[in-house]
Nanobody, 131 residues
């Protein structure tokens, strides 16, 4: 059974930084993609970033480009999200998710994906950015 466990959330002031981590266990295949998805209070799911486990290719949602960095440690089976220059609009619950390939990039960017489009999700970690 796949298990994803996030850590690293917290409360920071605008302009601050946080680093989230997502530890993965129970995966029986190597080729997969890892995602960070967030949900602001009262709003729907918003895709943030993804990384391909084999190629290391990364993709970011436009509002976080240049501020967030996704990375992976395949030995530790952990994915990270370094978040710099945080803004109040970055506030939300941050989830990591895993899938073989996941939804198309255009679907992610349009926000029309569903939670069921992914193989599994973590429990989430709260990020709060105050102005």
């Amino acid at each position: 059974q796949v298990q994803l466990v996030e850590h690293g959330g917290g409360s920071v002031q605008a302009g601050g930084s946080l680093k989230l981590s997502c530890a993965i266990s129970g995966l029986t295949f190597d080729h997969h993609a890892m995602y960070w998805v967030r949900q602001a209070p009262g709003k729907g799911l918003e895709w943030v970033s993804l990384i391909n486990s084999i190629t290391g290719t990364t993709v970011y949602e436009d509002s976080v480009k240049g501020r967030f960095t996704i990375s992976q440690d395949n030995v530790k089976r952990t994915v990270y999200l370094q978040m710099n220059s945080l803004k109040p609009e970055d506030t939300g619950m941050y989830y990591c998710a895993v899938d073989h390939e996941g939804p198309p990039i255009m679907t992610l960017m349009a926000g029309t994906f569903r939670a069921s489009d992914f193989l599994d999700w973590g429990q989430g970690t709260q990020v709060t950015v105050s102005s």
